[in-house]
């Protein structure tokens, strides 16, 4: 289970990347901020994968309990595809904020490094929205 809830969070950051990207080309008056979060999501999900797979031997079979990865995945790509898209990456962080605080709580005794990684994905994730919030 933490296995496919990273994997998800990774995949999740990409195509958080690519929306921010996307938004930077209409958006010429945020395109350096935005390219700039883009940026940021994806160093921070290899970082994430990195430490995952130091201490992956550690997690190997720990159940986790409380996570609809698949259920998250089609909420999030519906906001990542909704029209008005600065109000859906807006959601698309709001929900990985909930979940990145979640996670991390439910690993920090078996990873305490992937637990702080996504403290740190957490904080960044707060001061990208209020940025995202000021663009509407």
Do not use: W
């Not at 990774?10 to 395109?31: F, M, Q, T």
């Not at 990873?111 to 940025?131: A, C, G």
Request: with cysteine.
């Amino acid at each position: 289970m933490p296995t496919l809830i990273i994997s998800f969070i990774v995949e999740a950051e990409e195509k958080i990347a690519g929306c921010l990207e996307s938004l930077a080309e209409v958006r010429g008056d945020a395109k350096d901020e935005l390219k700039k979060i883009a940026e940021e999501c994806r160093n921070d999900a290899k970082q994430l994968e990195r430490i995952f797979k130091e201490t992956v031997v550690e997690l190997s079979l720990e159940p986790l309990e409380g996570f609809d990865v698949v259920s998250l995945r089609t909420e999030i790509e519906g906001l990542l595809n909704s029209k008005d898209k600065v109000t859906g990456l807006t959601e698309v962080l709001s929900k990985h904020e909930k979940l990145y605080t979640s996670f991390s709580k439910s690993i920090s005794s078996i990873s305490p490094e992937t637990s702080m990684q996504l403290k740190k994905m957490l904080r960044k994730k707060e001061k990208h929205k209020k940025y995202l919030e000021s663009l509407k």
